[in-house]
């Protein structure tokens, strides 16, 4: 399983990016978090970060 997250101002790794990885894989989930860089899609929202983390893991530990 592919999950994404990312910001929408990325310029580390382009939004673009994470639309190629859907396309191509089109069960990938991408999470785009408006107006984060590559940095604060992290820093400044541990705590969304933690419980997207964690709902990921879920998902997983789901399939098993």
């Not at 673009?16 to 089109?26: A, G, L, P, R, T």
């Amino acid at each position: 399983k592919i999950n994404v997250i990312q910001g929408t101002r990325d310029q580390v790794v382009p939004i673009e990016c994470s639309i190629n990885i859907q396309k191509q894989v089109q069960e990938a989930e991408i999470d785009k978090i408006a107006n984060a860089n590559h940095g604060s899609v992290v820093l400044g929202r541990e705590k969304d970060f933690t419980r997207d983390l964690e709902r990921i893991w879920s998902s997983v530990a789901d399939l098993h």
